[in-house]
């Protein structure tokens, strides 16, 4: 089995039955996407002031309004302290050692097209298994490759632009559409939120932007790379996606890291908008180095992600597959505003080694009717810590709203811990909230079953394992489940003794 | 400038420690001045603590209540046969405010090898027999409701079974508060101590003489249960609804013990019940039950933790609550299992009915396990009744409030039914009986 | 329980069954003086076996006779320790395998209560196996259209209905459902040696009939069977070569299947022979 098809986190059309019998089980020992490609780039020194955030703003030769939307997080910032109400343990983060801005130095003009884009990008690219030529050809989805802070690739944009989708850069949205940038930015996610939210308010780089117009169906996946690979670079994306009235969407992310021994600071916000009949589907996958068996090195991935149901009968649903960083701490979270608006929340987070998740959503119902979903499997091994915690709130005027939770928890270890903390609070009487959670180890009889029909003890339980979380893959994309089972057999090595 | 109530808690001690009981020992005064010292560096909690954060106590922090001292005045007969207490089959002691008042003395004695005392009496005749565990288990600065009462000890109950005796009757504490307005603070302390194969039954009973009076009650209990000794637990508060009310049970557990907890908590304006068990070797089992109703503006907090400490523990709980009018209920339980406790089964349900519009229920059920070889599981659901019953049942010519009532009460006689002694259940039947009509009828004025 | 006796209804053994022996071979399994403890209390007690290519050996015993102990260490499950003895599968050291190795080399066990694994789809699972004792042997894998080609010829013989294919591995399966996923997996893997674990436990006399026809068809003079079973009925429709009586951890009696006829009209001394209606 070539190694190749592994490292190939493609896009290519897959049909049904592969993916149902796709179990090629190539282990590799070394984190498939573990190299630094030496490319010339220019960033900021390190460290954080208000300069840092004029230049960042000037560099991107940003509106005023943005500049002071900026300084007014960084004030409010100052005065924030890093949150400390989770399970994750890590050494303090200097932020003035961090770098806030970096750029791929050949790109500093925008390219136009691929054939101006940095060959060595591609290459790297090319190493990680996403060829973009080959993604036009094959897969018809449009992607918005992030390298480091800067969008360095852009297609399908005719395309989408044909029925008024807007896709590009957030760096771009706010010099072409600043009117729909000035009126979204910061209404779901506001600058105050938490911590690492208002961090990234301060100084976030780029990201993506999407705008949906009213009555369009999108017509491709969405899908946008985000990728670290500048040493001490932190990286804060800002994501924005506004889907008008009864039009549909489906977003895809995915991330791998180069690896290095460093700490990296992740801190992303990303900020959905699904008005009256409107459907947001946001699918992640996060792959970010996870530092050694050891525990040294990973990334610090803090995310924002929050999206709101503002008209009636919206919609958001959030998938993620949470294999990467040395500490996971996201809580994808949807307010349900609108009368039979709907939120849903599917989570695989898989934590080996060293590796810490503290991850779970929110769901707050304050229209009628309003429905919740809450699937999330946890899986930890060697010294891995991973916690769910959610809240699911119903406020008083949020009639005949229903939620529905349940949260699994596999161990494989007894390093390992997993917890389970949901926070269910109820202010209305007719309304119906049900949680459920159940924490167990890997069955010694399944095991045995697959090894007696020959499967090796570490393939068995990646098979056992992405049978545990099927309910979640089955959510995703097709190519993202290939690619989610996949990683988590990666991720799984080593695991078992 | 005017001084805070824990500057008047911390006087209040200079004054009166001469005068509390066991002036004389060197141990207890140390535990005494500790436990005063933290409640002056601590202070009162706030909702920023995750511990409280769904329960605001600002109203007891912001009152000086004065702790209740000396030895009880003699109860009149005719005011606690008002209360309708029915002692039969049952082993009663009788605390005014939180202080011993022998009624039963001369007729009561318990059999051998079991002695059931006043803390205050065995405090001032024997403090050997309770210095090995009294206050051991509430380490100083864990709470501050718990070092308040540790601090102002008083006196209590001491229950003492010695290796495999026997207490079939089980031992009613009744804690009767006769404050009329005045605020002031009631502190039982109990210790229940099972050595090696030891069986009883504890009934803590909490109630209020006077409707409309405004007391604190803090109870502390602690419990000791050796090798396969086996104790029941029971809490049943009815106090009245101006009251404040925090009862912290910590329990020590040794080798295969059995532990049966329930709480009912019917009255109390505000309440917060405290129970944590530590499984703390191989084998011991523990099962909370607790049922809670409020309504009116009552407040009834309860948080549970179960820590599995060593392999092969099993924890069972279910805690049902019923929030009518403006009635708010929080549960919080935590199953916390030690990288040790292989072959830990815990088990962890939480089911809440809310009836009102302005009814509101929190709850936080939380696993966190340490260890692989585990089988835990929790569950929370918030609901109402079903309608289809409800409508069934006025189908069959119930009005609509009995028909409610009636779905309430097979919701909680579940957790009645669990109570071993026939005498008891009766009582609870009749105390939830007069909560739903004393709600009903404030529903038809409405 | 409803206890009934059922009529003796053996069919003569024809000659084209026995084709497969031929008893110059070597051995392929030889079980010399096992000892087997379970959580400290002894099983088996000096067990003895030999087993030649082809053949099908019958091992009968009451409840607790250590029957389903046998399946299992020789599957090699961790939970039973053995404590003596030695077992020689194809001239290698059995007990020194692992459990999958041995899977491997063509050990096959069909379990008595197969087990559920949820979320795993059948084919998933199936064409795991398959391929991972198909790159033991130095062969490609199966892709999967040769694959499904294959398990399409094979699931005709257990009459299995292809759905069950597509459901997660024995979830929700009926008990006769399970059976034969169990038929099926050993039709693929094509095992040198098949013991079957109380096969027939459970079965309504239909699905007792496929599951034996499909035993019967995977008959060949390289595979050998271990039946393990706690009552005569099946050895009507699969007949056995050998007939063993396992009573207290040792195999007392041999003999051919006359001895399982004897066993069903007196009884291992339990009136145990009988079988639930």
Do not use: W
């Given at each position: 089995m070539p190694e190749a098809s592994l490292l190939k986190i493609g896009f290519k059309i897959i049909n049904m039955e592969t993916i149902e019998t796709d179990l090629d089980s190539v282990l590799k020992q070394e984190y498939q996407h573990g190299f630094v490609t030496d490319v010339d780039e220019s960033f900021l020194p390190p460290g954080l002031t208000e300069q840092t955030i004029r230049q960042i703003s000037a560099i991107k030769k940003e509106p005023e309004f943005l500049l002071e939307w900026r300084l007014k997080a960084f004030e409010r910032w100052l005065t924030l302290r890093e949150p400390e109400w989770s399970t994750i343990h890590h050494p303090p983060i200097n932020y003035q050692e961090i770098s806030y801005y970096a750029a791929p130095k050949s790109l500093e003009?925008?390219?136009?097209?691929?054939?101006?884009v940095d060959p060595k990008l591609l290459e790297t690219y090319e190493k990680l298994g996403i060829p973009i030529e080959e993604?036009?050809?094959?897969?018809?989805?449009?992607?918005?490759?992030?390298?480091?802070?800067?969008?360095?690739?852009?297609?399908?944009k005719a395309e989408l632009e044909k029925v008024g989708v807007i896709f590009c850069s957030f760096s771009e949205a706010v010099q072409n559409h600043p009117d729909l940038v000035q009126k979204y930015l910061g209404t779901v996610v506001p600058q105050t939120d938490n911590f690492f939210a208002t961090l990234n308010s301060a100084v976030f780089s780029d990201g993506a932007f999407v705008y949906i117009p009213k009555g369009v169906r999108c017509p491709m996946e969405l899908s946008s790379y985000f990728r670290i690979n500048a040493t001490n670079t932190g990286q804060f994306e800002r994501t924005l996606i506004i889907a008008e009235e009864g039009s549909y969407v489906s977003y895809l992310e995915g991330c791998t890291a180069p690896q290095r021994d460093e700490n990296q600071l992740h801190a992303a916000v990303v900020e959905l908008v699904a008005m009256e009949g409107a459907e947001i589907r946001y699918s992640t996958i996060q792959n970010w180095y996870p530092g050694d068996e050891n525990g040294k090195g990973g990334i610090y991935n803090f995310v924002t992600k929050r999206g709101i149901c503002k008209g009636d009968n919206a919609k958001i649903s959030w998938t993620q597959v949470e294999t990467g960083s040395a500490v996971t701490w996201k809580y994808p979270s949807v307010i349900l505003k609108g009368d039979n608006s709907s939120g849903e929340f599917y989570s695989v987070a898989l934590t080996n080694n060293y590796q810490q998740a503290d991850t779970g959503t929110k769901m707050t119902h304050i229209g009628k009717n309003t429905h919740s979903t809450i699937i999330s499997k946890g899986i930890s091994a060697g010294h891995g810590q991973n916690a769910y915690r959610g809240l699911v709130k119903i406020a008083?005027?949020?009639?005949?709203?229903?939620?529905?939770?349940?949260?699994?928890?596999?161990?494989?270890?007894?390093?390992?811990?997993?917890?389970?903390?949901?926070?269910i609070e109820v202010k209305n009487p007719t309304a119906q909230v049900e949680h459920e959670a159940t924490t167990s180890k890997i069955g010694e009889d399944q095991l045995f079953l697959c090894q007696q029909r020959g499967i090796s003890a570490e393939d068995a339980v990646s098979l056992i394992v992405n049978g545990f979380c099927k309910e979640i893959f089955k959510k995703l994309p097709m190519e993202f489940a290939v690619e989610a089972r996949k990683l988590l057999s990666i991720s799984l090595e080593g695991s078992v003794g | 400038m005017m001084t805070t109530p824990v500057e008047q808690y911390v006087s209040e001690f200079a004054n009166v420690k001469a005068n509390l009981p066991g002036p004389a020992l060197p141990w207890l005064d140390i535990i005494r001045k500790q436990a005063i010292r933290s409640i002056d560096r601590n202070g009162f909690p706030h909702r920023r603590h995750e511990e409280w954060k769904y329960t605001d106590i600002s109203s007891i922090a912001d009152t000086f209540f004065q702790p209740v001292q000396g030895t009880a005045p003699t109860l009149l007969w005719k005011e606690l046969n008002a209360l309708g207490l029915d002692f039969t089959d049952s082993y009663p002691m009788i605390f005014?405010?939180?202080?011993?008042?022998?009624?039963?003395?001369?007729?009561?004695?318990?059999?051998d090898g079991i002695s059931i005392e006043s803390l205050q009496h065995v405090l001032t005749v024997n403090p050997e027999s309770v210095k090995k565990h009294l206050t051991r288990f509430s380490e100083t600065g864990s709470n501050v409701f718990t070092d308040l009462n540790t601090a102002f000890m008083n006196d209590g109950s001491f229950i003492y079974l010695s290796k495999n005796a026997k207490m079939t009757q089980p031992i009613q504490l009744v804690f009767v508060s006769t404050s009329q307005?005045?605020?002031?603070?009631?502190?039982?302390?109990?210790?229940?101590?099972l050595a090696e194969g030891a069986k009883a039954s504890v009934v803590q009973r909490f109630i209020s003489l006077n409707q409309n009076s405004d007391y604190l009650t803090n109870v502390v209990t602690e419990i000791f249960l050796d090798q396969h000794a086996q104790l029941e637990h029971l809490v049943i508060q009815e106090e009245n609804f101006s009251t404040s009310h925090i009862n912290t049970i910590r329990v020590q557990q040794n080798k295969q013990s059995h532990f049966a907890s329930q709480v009912f908590t019917f009255g109390g304006g505000l309440t917060r019940n405290n129970l944590d068990i530590e499984l703390n070797a191989e084998e011991a089992e523990c099962s909370l039950d607790g049922l809670f109703m409020a309504n009116g503006d009552q407040h009834i907090d309860n948080h549970t933790r179960v820590d599995h400490k060593k392999p092969s523990c099993t924890s069972r709980e279910l805690y049902k609550g019923v929030l009518d009018s403006n009635g708010r209920g929080v549960f919080n339980g935590k199953v916390y299992?030690?990288?040790?406790?292989?072959?830990?089964?815990?088990?962890?349900?939480?089911?809440?009915?809310?009836?009102?519009?302005?009814?509101?229920?929190?709850?936080?059920?939380q696993l966190e396990i340490y260890a692989d070889d585990v089988s835990c599981s929790h569950g929370a659901t918030v609901g109402q009744l079903d309608e289809k019953a409800v409508f069934y049942l006025r189908s069959r010519g119930l009005d609509e409030?009995?028909?409610?009532?009636?779905?309430?009460?097979?919701?909680?006689?579940?957790?009645?039914?669990?109570v071993r002694f026939e005498q008891l259940r009766d009582q609870l039947r009749n105390t939830l009986n007069v909560k739903l009509s004393a709600t009903d009828e404030r529903k038809e004025i409405n | 329980m409803k206890i009934k006796k059922t009529p003796f209804k053996l069919r003569p053994i024809v000659n084209s069954e026995r084709r497969h022996v031929n008893n110059n071979r070597k051995p392929m399994l030889e079980i010399q003086n096992l000892h087997v403890n379970v959580e400290d209390k002894k099983i088996l007690d000096g067990l003895n076996l030999t087993i030649k290519p082809g053949e099908v050996h019958a091992i009968m015993g009451p409840n607790g006779s250590g029957k389903s102990t046998l399946a299992n260490v020789l599957a090699g499950r961790e939970t039973y320790q053995v404590t003596h003895g030695k077992i020689q599968f194809g001239g290698q050291d059995l007990l020194e395998m692992s459990t999958e190795l041995r899977s491997r080399e063509g050990v096959f066990l069909a379990f008595q209560n197969p087990i559920e694994i949820p979320g795993v789809n059948n084919m998933v699972f199936l064409k795991a196996a398959l391929n991972a004792k198909r790159s033991h042997q130095g062969l490609e894998e199966l892709d999967a259209a040769d694959f499904l080609k294959l398990i399409r010829q094979k699931i005709k013989t257990v009459k299995m209905d292809e759905g069950l294919l597509h459901r997660s591995v024995n979830e929700g399966f009926s008990g006769g459902e399970k059976k034969r996923n169990e038929i099926l997996q050993m039709?693929?893997?094509?095992?040198?040696?098949?013991?079957?674990?109380?096969?027939?436990?459970?079965?309504?006399?239909?699905?007792?009939?496929i599951v034996s026809e499909g035993i019967n068809s995977l008959r060949s003079p390289d595979r050998s069977i271990i039946l393990v079973t706690h009552y005569q009925r099946i050895l009507n429709y699969v007949v056995p070569d050998y007939v063993h009586i396992l009573a207290k951890g040792k195999i007392i009696r041999s003999g051919d299947k006359a001895l399982a006829l004897e066993i069903e009209e007196k009884g291992y001394g339990l009136n145990d022979l009988s079988q639930s209606a």
């Open positions: 003009d925008g390219p136009k097209s691929l054939d101006e993604q036009k050809a094959l897969s018809g989805i449009a992607v918005d490759a992030v390298f480091d802070s800067v969008s360095v690739a852009t297609t399908f008083k005027n949020a009639d005949n709203s229903r939620n529905f939770s349940q949260c699994d928890s596999l161990l494989m270890g007894n390093k390992s811990g997993a917890h389970t903390f949901p926070y | 005014l405010d939180g202080r011993y008042t022998p009624l039963f003395s001369d007729s009561l004695k318990p059999p307005k005045e605020p002031v603070v009631s502190q039982p302390r109990n210790l229940v101590i299992v030690h990288p040790d406790a292989q072959q830990t089964k815990a088990f962890q349900k939480n089911t809440n009915l809310l009836l009102s519009k302005n009814a509101e229920m929190d709850t936080k059920p409030t009995k028909a409610r009532d009636l779905l309430i009460y097979s919701f909680v006689e579940e957790m009645i039914q669990k | 039709a693929i893997l094509e095992p040198k040696l098949a013991i079957l674990d109380e096969t027939d436990s459970g079965l309504d006399v239909d699905a007792l009939q």
